[in-house]
């Protein structure tokens, strides 16, 4: 015989329901939310535990309706491929296209966040900050030396041979198109603040030292914009994550009407093993 | 030695990019998209390849925004506990999350919506209906006798002791608070047609004749709009997964912040291994 | 103020620990199970409570090791591409390429088994038969009319227009070659029962309504073996599961060696935007 | 108008198939593994390239034995609460438990075969050693000072407030009753070669600088086991995902007979709702 477990107390903050309401982040959900909000500010409801502003609801917006799509990624390859074998369950389907938004390819949101506000560290990172206070950051703080930070980044980076996240892309040459609408955006919206101005400066030292054009692409861009914003770096990728689940759908309904899973997979299969036959 | 394999045609019209410029849906990504949509037109883009207008961004904003979040559901607790173990990988807890919603808990939606699909087909159902000329179904059709298909429907289920798609709900009761609200913006934005009427008209039917309240739920107003919406019922899922996965980021950074999971697993498991004990 | 909720009870009967022993199925894990079976045996514990005598492991083993591996197929692709963006995960990428194994590509294992039980109920199908009591089905019953069944079923599906599972396959020709040799280890350990001459005969007699070539693919024959071990049909497809993880890790291996995914994604991309060019 | 696109070549070792036959590894599926290996066997070949002999058998498939099963963790609470949702997709509710087996639940082998590599390099790691000469350690190299490595690993993480990967375990104490039955079987299958003599000296040096017993756990041994095999650190963590991917299967079965999913869930939301009643 043992002794029973005693409970320790768990608690969620984020909502409750009963039999007549359902109430999320001390809103009623039926007459306060919907109808009122997006899904984007729905999002950033989840982010922060309050509602965006007019400014932070269209900057917000922009950056993971920027995440949505970019056509025939790995992410959509593997969704057609899950769904076509498994067309019972969509929802593995984007499950399964969501694994690959990992370091490499959506991380360096994440990577650029984290580099940022460790670089310059301009509000205090309370557990709990999940909250109306939340604010953008104001130079209140002795004003950071950003030329400064921006070199001792990129200098660290070249010597320690290590790539800074969210500058350079492989296809969009010689700037990402979708940076300079998101810095336009964040300057109609108020969001272009101490994190983009280091982002664009540690861009411009990286390209002189390595004499190649390395612009800010649009993950270091939304990077930067998460650190305006305040949200944790460990959240960061979760833009890209709620974002690319939108796109999935998409590319599972085109799938379903013009199927290219069974193509890819004989075709993929019969150059990877030429050497055998 | 064999011939060598020659590749049959793969096409996607959802998008592409090159050194310069990204093309979705025929739109220019940074001009024609950033800043103008939020993220739920942009769900609709995906699903109908056409940027919704005013109405049908509320209404689809509202339907979407309704599945975010509904509290410590079983896929919030299930990327609470993933992402304890893999604290490296959001997105693969995120995944874990969303791989739950199928049939019991989020089909719903798509079984309400081919039922009232094939219960009435107002529209040629076209392999790629996915353009401009989506539209909310006409009477320009012969008008169909609702409360008679509501009766045979009821009728049938009953008969066949199967659970009507869409229907009461174990915990909202007498009524789903979401449902009448999500009614009033059918009305506000004009999408209350006949398949809203006819979801309506089961609910009444199986109420009837079960001798229960069985009201029309949030996942059975959400399959008669998407039906008025004229989405594919195979895909109505996805408005229940792209939804989720942005409740679920917001559930792992509370997770992060005030951790639950290692709880759950040492409590659940003293309730389930207690008989040996 | 609300009631407290009242707990009920939930069971475990697979196993437990404490601070001193590990039990599984009623066995010491260090001393009963380690060093004593193979993880085929312990799958075939897992799914019958109970260890396999030698017969069965030699059966059950050849079964799942049939399933772990068939080149470049779409879970392997799946597994790779989702790597090599998240390689932080080596788990997401297993997960994600199982995600794919549904009713097309490995859920004709279940079909099968389904199939042939429906049509030859041979032993009672009670729900806790995770016991030693599960064994092949003899002769004791009236024995059914084999023949006879596989005409019905055969035809049966012929006017239903729908594909019999477990027979046929596009690139096995004109037989399967996994089959003849699972049949003839059937042969070896006495599994060689009614359920894999129904599979066989039904092979047949679509073979001669169709006027092609159908027969027993390897899905068919394991369907068949499942159904001889008495496994509910509803877990069948978990056998391609459990097996095709551990030929998940390898292609993961592999690709962290000899990398394709980038190649594939771009090749991909080329070749479904080449219109857009 | 651009230039299309040239495909690089992509190449699989692993294996192919024609109409009539499937080569793995080199080898003819059918005739020459089909009845002749186990599950965890055909996991060696995956991790190898070659088949083990039958110590190696016996070692690798106590290894992977000991990570299919330990009852009611996370993993099993996840596949079953996915699969309550998802009755539709055993895979993804397979998929959704793996995702949890990260850093922290399993990892942890990864982290130690990482840790003992680095600190004691015995052989050369080249890029393709998969292939038969993969083999124990042999003392022809300069023989290592397994004690003074140790002291210096377990100063240097507690220089770092680290915790060393591999030993201790917060239920089972004073010992995890897996690793001396893992040690004896090393023993008798002649893998008691350096890594274990350095995983037990770390755990020796952990214990008395901490103060506290920090035995070396079950993950600890595999780890130390994975090094004497020389299999790549980074794909240790596959032997637990492989393992447990057997285990889930089984959860879901039991699942299936006595669900426990749905008062999980109601219990834990009521819990953590309390607060708000």
């Keep these: 015989m043992t002794t029973k477990r005693k409970d320790k107390p768990i608690r969620t903050d984020i909502g409750?329901?009963?039999?007549?309401?359902?109430?999320?982040?001390?809103?009623?959900?039926?007459?306060?939310?919907?109808?009122?909000?997006?899904?984007?500010?729905?999002?950033?409801?989840?982010?922060?535990?309050?509602?965006?502003?007019?400014?932070?609801?269209?900057?917000?917006?922009?950056?993971?309706?920027?995440?949505?799509?970019?056509?025939?990624?790995?992410s959509a390859i593997v969704a057609r491929m899950t769904y076509a074998g498994a067309p019972e369950s969509l929802q593995g389907a984007v499950?399964?296209?969501?694994?690959?938004?990992?370091?490499?390819?959506?991380?360096?949101?994440?990577?650029?966040?984290?580099?940022?506000?460790?670089a310059m560290p301009l509000r205090d990172d309370k557990p709990d900050n999940k909250a109306a206070d939340v604010k953008a950051p104001t130079s209140a703080t002795s004003k950071p030396n950003i030329k400064l930070i921006a070199q001792t980044i990129a200098q660290n980076f070249q010597t320690q041979a290590r790539i800074v996240p969210g500058i350079g892309h492989p296809i969009h040459k010689p700037i990402d198109p979708r940076t300079p609408r998101l810095f336009e955006l964040a300057r109609e919206t108020g969001f272009d603040g101490p994190y983009l101005k280091?982002?664009?400066?540690?861009?411009?030292?990286a390209?002189?030292?390595?004499?190649?054009?390395?612009?800010?692409n649009a993950t270091g861009a939304i990077g930067a914009l998460c650190c305006e914003m305040g949200f944790d770096w460990k959240i960061c990728r979760g833009l890209g994550v709620m974002a690319r689940a939108v796109g999935l759908v998409g590319h599972i309904l085109a799938e379903s009407r013009k199927p290219m899973a069974t193509e890819i997979?004989?075709?993929?299969?019969?150059?990877?093993?030429e050497h055998f036959r």
């Design 265 to 273: 997979w004989h075709s993929i299969e019969a150059r990877a093993t």
């Design 95 to 118: 499950a399964a296209g969501l694994n690959g938004l990992g370091t490499v390819f959506v991380g360096s949101i994440e990577g650029a966040a984290k580099m940022l506000y460790e």
């Design 16 to 74: 409750w329901s009963d039999a007549t309401s359902i109430t999320l982040f001390g809103k009623d959900l039926p007459s306060e939310i919907l109808g009122h909000v997006n899904l984007g500010d729905m999002g950033f409801l989840e982010l922060t535990g309050r509602l965006p502003n007019a400014k932070e609801s269209r900057m917000f917006n922009a950056m993971v309706v920027t995440l949505v799509e970019h056509g025939m990624t790995p």
């Design 198 to 205: 280091l982002m664009q400066a540690i861009a411009d030292e």
């Design 207 to 216: 390209s002189t030292l390595s004499g190649k054009a390395l612009p800010v």
